[in-house]
């Protein structure tokens, strides 16, 4: 129920309002006014102000459209007027960073795939900014206005200053990508772990749209979760990963670049299977993986053919991570369990030995009817930083800074 009248809080309660009205729009659409007002349960009059304003400011757009079982004149219906809107989605990566301009119905409009290598002697802040400003440049022609911009990535992240405080792979620390990009462009800047935003877009577009309880866990270059409950990304002020990945297992373990030692990241992140595959080859002559160069793709084929070394490191990790899921299933009680990893291409393999854990080491009654699936984007690019912008629309906070202009 959105709140109309209460004192205080006029602004909140203008941005509330305003972003349901232009998600369900973006949901329904076309959709009458009558219908947006029995849908947000807001008074006509509100959704009469809300639409107009919407309207002004280009955001949406009337269009007739065919009411089903109506055989009379055509009504009006509002859908979104997207294409002249534009923002910049980012992912930076191991030895990559992704930029595309999309608009805000998310459609890709440009996309660039540009090398970040990590030992690189010009500072990264810096390096980061020169990629965005030449992007810019060589897609001007295509790019209109320019709403906002949105990075993901892997690391220790203060998502609520846009603060990078480590990451694997760059020798970074505290980095004020968000500031540095705001105060450059003017723009909203979105900075936050990818793995957080990948939970977002599995959410609004994905695997996880219209559960409310779910637990997504990545297994790739990093390890991490995200959590939904009770339809919204958990957070605090500052972060919405959940960092499992930092969970130590083994404390005379490998020494993690978060300090710690024998983190599920260093068992757990591809670089570390591999590696282990590799030390176990020493003493395993019959492995299929011999004959093979040490990839993901050659171990899950190896494991689906039976080998038993490539098994046994898919299951172990598959137990690893199945442990930490256990006692995330106890706390958060989840309809479903998303699972984003290329280690998926061994799913038949994985997911029994995570199910597994599961079972035994969790309550029976919040485990026994829980769905065990793939996340529906792998190669996700941009995605996770266009649920970003659209999380900001939803929630009014970036629309109504366009409202205002």
Request: one cysteine or more; hydrophobic letters at 40%.
């Amino acid at each position: 129920m959105i709140v109309e009248g209460q004192p205080g809080h006029i602004d909140q309660i203008k941005q509330i309002n305003a972003g349901t009205v232009y998600r369900l729009i973006d949901q329904f659409g076309p959709i009458s006014r009558i219908e947006l007002s029995k849908r947000a349960q807001l008074a006509p009059a509100s959704i009469t102000k809300i639409v107009r304003e919407l309207l002004q400011a280009h955001l949406v757009q009337e269009t007739e459209y065919q009411d089903p079982g109506c055989r009379g004149r055509p009504a009006v219906g509002l859908i979104l007027d997207t294409q002249a809107w534009h923002y910049l989605s980012a992912r930076i990566n191991l030895g990559t960073l992704t930029l595309s301009l999309r608009d805000l119905s998310s459609k890709l409009v440009a996309e660039d795939l540009l090398p970040l290598p990590a030992d690189d002697p010009e500072p990264f802040l810096d390096r980061i900014v020169g990629h965005i400003d030449q992007f810019f440049i060589r897609h001007a022609r295509k790019l209109e206005r320019l709403t906002a911009m949105a990075i993901t990535l892997p690391g220790m992240i203060d998502a609520a200053r846009g603060i990078i405080l480590k990451m694997p792979f760059y020798p970074v620390e505290a980095v004020p990508l968000g500031p540095t990009l705001a105060k450059r462009s003017g723009l909203p800047v979105f900075v936050q772990h990818d793995i957080a935003a990948w939970t977002k877009a599995e959410s609004l577009y994905g695997a996880s749209r219209g559960f409310r309880n779910v637990i997504q866990v990545v297994i790739d270059d990093n390890v991490g979760a995200g959590v939904i409950t009770g339809g919204q990304v958990l957070h605090n002020r500052s972060s919405s990963v959940v960092e499992i990945g930092h969970t130590q297992v083994d404390p005379y373990g490998k020494r993690c670049y978060c300090g710690n030692h024998g983190c599920l990241e260093t068992l757990a992140s591809i670089d570390n299977i591999l590696e282990l595959v590799k030390q176990r080859l020493s003493v395993a002559n019959q492995s299929l993986l011999n004959a093979l160069p040490i990839s993901v793709e050659n171990l899950c084929d190896a494991a689906n053919r039976g080998d038993a070394l490539a098994r046994d490191v898919i299951i172990g990790v598959g137990q690893n991570v199945g442990r930490i899921l256990a006692i995330m299933v106890n706390l958060f009680n989840p309809e479903k369990i998303l699972i984003g990893s290329p280690l998926n291409l061994s799913k038949t393999i994985l997911f029994p030995a995570i199910m597994s854990c599961i079972q035994q080491q969790s309550l029976p009654a919040y485990s026994e009817n829980i769905q065990l699936e793939s996340t529906q984007f792998f190669n996700h690019g941009t995605m996770p930083g266009a649920a970003l912008v659209k999380d900001a629309l939803y929630n009014g906070s970036l629309l109504v800074k366009l409202l205002q202009g």
